[in-house]
Each structure stands twice: as structure tokens, then as C-alpha cells.
């Protein structure tokens, strides 16, 4: 229960965010940059700024994180959180990161310092990977199984998630009710068909989850349904391997040897530059030679690759190279088209100025660029880039 000191407290916290927003244009709980990394076992912070307690904070040059910070000597397979102060102060504690009401963002129980991200150690006590920062929130789709609610155990429950960086990377989700979610299988973004994600429920069922930006807007936190918003795809099992139908509307591309299962009807296969389409859908191991069709009607089929995965949020520092395998009756012809075949447009959710604004990056990639970079301004502005095949 909420006391009459608790809600002073927060109406407090919500005026410094409306003068914050007033004088910088940006959201409360605003960070860019502060990018955890790991080189040679020691961890860095890069340069960025973020909101704390309505006033913005900048971190002018990277920093390193050695043993004044207090983690040396690493305990093994330890979690260790990092938090910046209002001060500009950097400390890294063993006190996990909380959700304070009123705030749009986790900060240090303690200092009330804010959270940065999180470092973990191995069995040896060596640093393994850097867990991301950005708190998401999770609501369940509705592909289960005939006869069963996923909102009971899911759509009130929600959850945050991290991503984790680094040899052994993972998705983590971290419940915030009393129904415990738990990752079964985590497939890397690496391309725009790999998007897989499977979450145990209830310890019974699994499914497809929708994962959506949680935004603090001037009017308050709410559901940002733009391109912000991110699907992940997963498929629903029982407990003994058996798939239930689900309702898949993305064709995923598969490369190489012929795919054993599971895919979905109007997946695609390529082997030797040529593509075929799946006629019928197939779960684990079930693949049939005969599922495929030579995918050879009068048309253009292109799949668009990143070298940095697909999806990535607003405030990330990270930048990615698109480029695309093009199909024309069945055959590839990537490397017989000229690069005057290929046009990149791109539509921002969030407007850039000159030079940096949609028109002019499009007028200059109207063609001759079979590839493009994605940069980090990009991300933030929610960018949406789309390739057309000129004949």
C-alpha cells in the first residue's frame, strides 16, 4: 500500500521529468550510449548520457572499470550491477537493480544511483558477457492451443527481459508477477528468419511472445506500438516434443542442406541459387523432400540479411550493414543485377533534420548501393528501411 509520503514522493519525481522534458525535448528515463563491453577480462563503459532523477547526466569519455570499481577479486559466477549517479559517480555492487514506482527506469537500491547494466563471471571467476540495461515489457500472444487462456497465466503476469552479450549469450526473462517465466531456448537474431523464442509457462506449455518497448511519453508510460515494438516468433510444444499448430504469417529463408523441420507452410528454401517454397508445414525431424516446390512464378523474392542482427531498441549503441540475395522464376540473380537495380528507402518514426533527415538519405540511395549501413541515429529514430528491385 502507497502512503501519503510515497505519493508526494512520486508527484515529485514526475515534476522533475516534465522540466527535464520541457528543456531537452526528450523522454524522461532518456539514455544514449553507456555501453557495457569486455576486452582482455576487464570491462569498459562507453561515453553516452542519461536522465537520473530529472536532470540529464553525460559520461564525456570511456571509461574502465578495474578495481576501484570493486569487483576485482571476482567472485565466481557472480552477477555484478552498474550504476551512475547524478554526481557523473560510476560504481559496480553486488545490490540487484529495482523498479521504483513512479520511475521509468531500474536505479541502485541503495544510492538511488541509476542501473547501467550488469556484468557476469564464469565458474572461474573471469568476466563472461555484459547484460543489457533496457527494461522491456512482455505480453503473451494468443497462439496457444485450442481451450487454453493464455491470459490467465500470462497477460496480467507480463516480465521484463535482457539481453545477454558475449560467448554464451541468452535471453533472460525476469518475471514480474508470481508466475515464473523461464527461457527453454534462445536462437540469436542473426537474421530476419531466426527470430526464436520459446518460453516455458506454468511448466507446462510454451509459446510466442510479443515483445514491446514500455516508453515513458510526455503523457505518461504507455505501449508503444510503433517500430520500436519488436515479435518475436516461437513455436508452442507439449512436454514430449509434440508441436501444436500455430498460425505463422512471416515466411522464414533457410540456406544450404534441405530443412529437416520444423517450418511453415510458405517458408522458403535456397540450395545452388535455386528457391523453393514449403507446401506443407512440418514439426521437428519431419522434413519430406516432397514438402518443396521450385518457387519459379514471374516474380521477384528478395531477402534482406544484416550482418548485426534485425532488431535492436531505441538508445542502443550499435550499427549494422543490410544487403540482399534477390530470386527471379526460381533462380538467384544477385550477382547479375547492376547495383543500379537496388533502391533503399527509409521511414523514421521520430523526424531527423537536414542533412540527416529521410529525404535527402533517400534521394542519395535512390540507386548503386547494393548494400547500406544502419547507424545508431537510425535506431533511435525507429528507422524502417525497404529495398526495391528495379527492372
Known amino acids: 500500500m502507497r502512503t501519503v509520503s510515497d505519493v508526494e514522493r512520486i508527484k515529485a519525481l514526475e515534476a522533475q521529468k516534465r522540466q527535464e522534458s520541457a528543456v531537452t525535448g526528450l523522454p524522461p528515463g532518456y539514455i544514449f550510449g553507456l555501453e557495457l563491453s569486455i576486452r582482455n577480462n576487464t570491462p569498459y563503459l562507453s561515453s553516452g548520457v542519461a536522465s ?13 572499470l578495474s578495481s576501484d570499481f570493486w569487483i576485482v577479486p571476482r567472485k565466481p559466477s557472480a552477477s555484478y550491477f552498474v550504476y551512475l549517479s547524478i554526481a557523473g559517480k560510476i560504481t559496480v555492487e553486488r545490490v540487484a537493480p529495482v523498479l521504483e514506482p513512479g520511475q521509468y527506469y531500474d536505479r541502485n537500491p541503495v544510492t538511488g544511483s541509476r542501473y547501467i547494466g550488469g556484468l557476469q563471471t564464469n565458474d572461474a571467476g573471469l568476466l563472461m558477457r555484459v547484460v543489457a540495461r533496457d527494461p522491456i515489457y512482455i505480453g503473451a500472444s494468443t497462439t496457444f492451443e485450442d481451450g487454453y487462456n493464455p491470459a490467465q497465466k500470462l497477460n496480467a503476469t507480463a516480465g521484463r527481459y535482457a539481453t545477454a552479450e ?36 506454468d511448466g507446462q506449455h510454451e509459446g510466442d511472445i510479443i515483445i514491446g518497448r514500455y516508453d515513458a511519453g510526455f503523457a505518461g508510460a504507455q505501449w508503444d506500438e510503433s517500430e520500436s515494438s519488436l515479435k518475436v516468433r516461437g513455436k508452442i510444444f507439449e512436454e514430449n516434443g509434440t508441436a501444436y499448430p500455430t498460425s505463422e504469417t512471416i515466411s522464414h529463408f ?61 538508445g542502443q549503441s550499435v550499427s549494422t550493414v543490410l544487403s540482399a540475395r534477390v530470386f527471379r522464376n526460381g533462380q538467384e540473380v544477385t550477382d547479375t543485377l547492376p547495383d543500379s537495380a537496388f533502391r533503399w528507402t527509409r521511414k523514421s518514426v521520430i523526424p531527423q533534420n537536414p542533412p540527416f533527415d529521410d529525404g535527402t538519405w533517400n534521394y542519395n540511395h535512390t540507386s548503386g548501393y547494393r548494400m547500406v549501413e544502419i547507424t545508431t541515429d537510425s535506431i533511435y529514430a525507429r528507422a524502417t528501411y525497404t529495398l526495391e528491385i528495379l527492372e
Open 166 to 201: 558475449g560467448e554464451r549469450s541468452k535471453l533472460e526473462i525476469f518475471p514480474d508477477g508470481e508466475h515464473a517465466l523461464r527461457v527453454r531456448r534462445w536462437d540469436a537474431l542473426t537474421s530476419s528468419y531466426k527470430d526464436v523464442l520459446k518460453v516455458l509457462v
Open 254 to 314: 533457410f540456406y544450404g542442406e534441405r530443412p529437416q523441420g520444423p517450418y511453415a507452410v510458405d517458408d522458403f528454401w535456397v540450395s545452388d541459387g535455386s528457391i523453393f517454397r514449403a507446401t506443407v508445414a512440418r514439426g521437428l525431424g519431419e522434413g519430406l523432400e516432397t514438402d518443396w516446390l521450385w518457387y519459379i512464378k514471374p516474380n521477384i523474392v528478395s531477402d534482406i540479411q544484416s550482418t548485426n542482427g534485425d532488431k535492436f531498441r531505441p
Open 52 to 64: 537520473i532523477r530529472g536532470s540529464l547526466v553525460t559520461v564525456t569519455k570511456e571509461l574502465v
